[in-house]
Structures are given as structure tokens and as C-alpha cells.
Nanobody
């Protein structure tokens, strides 16, 4: 399994921006498509964004389209999530996840085999 460590969370005012980063180790990073999920207190985990192993294909949840951007750097084994125009409802623990590139690109948690511990994002109104 690939090991994943997130960073970049914090407290930001509504309308602000944050950039989350996830560093992978232990396996060949380009063997994985990558995704970001989030979970707010008392709510189910939900898909945010995913990117193919090459970075060519991306997929976003409707509620972040136009505000969030996912991108990756295979040379540095990192995937990032740039979050703009943040809203209080974006408050959650954000986790990155990795799935086999041979699965294509997916938004389903079951298609991801490795998960990071998560980083807290809090958006104040």
C-alpha cells in the first residue's frame, strides 16, 4: 500500500482560499489515481475530486465545480487540492486517497485502497 500524509488544513474566513497537499510514499506514485474526500461531523464521507494517474483526467463533485482544482506532480509524489471561494459548509476533515490506475478514475470510496489520516478545514462565516 502507498502511504499518504495530508497537510495544509486550517481556519479560513468564508470567501478565502486554502491549498491542501498530500505526499505519497512507499510505492510508485504514478501507479495510482488519486482523490480527495471529506467528512463533516455527523455526516457521511463524500467525494470531492479525483485525478487520473497521468493528471489528464479530473472529476469533481458538483458542489465544488468552479471553486476547487485538483492537480498532481508525479515527480514529487504529490497531489494537491486548491480550494477557492470557501464556504462554511466546506468545513470538514479532508482526506486524500489512492486507487489503482487500472481502475481508471472513480468517485467511489471502495475503489480507493489507501487513505491518509486527514486534515481539518474550518471555514468561518
Amino acid at each position: 500500500q502507498v502511504q499518504l500524509v495530508e497537510s495544509g488544513g486550517g481556519l479560513v474566513q468564508a470567501g478565502g482560499s486554502l491549498r491542501l497537499s498530500c505526499v505519497a510514499s512507499g510505492r510508485t506514485f504514478s501507479d495510482y489515481f488519486m482523490g480527495w474526500f471529506r467528512q463533516a461531523p455527523g455526516k457521511e464521507r463524500e467525494f470531492v475530486a479525483a485525478i487520473s494517474w497521468s493528471g489528464v483526467t479530473t472529476n469533481y463533485a458538483d458542489f465544488v465545480k468552479g471553486r476547487f482544482t485538483i492537480y498532481r506532480n508525479n515527480a514529487e509524489n504529490t497531489v494537491a487540492l486548491q480550494m477557492n471561494s470557501l464556504k462554511p459548509e466546506d468545513t470538514a476533515v479532508y482526506s486524500c486517497a489512492a486507487g489503482s490506475r487500472y481502475s481508471g478514475i472513480s468517485s467511489r470510496p471502495r475503489d480507493f485502497s489507501s487513505w491518509g489520516q486527514g486534515t481539518q478545514v474550518t471555514v468561518s462565516s
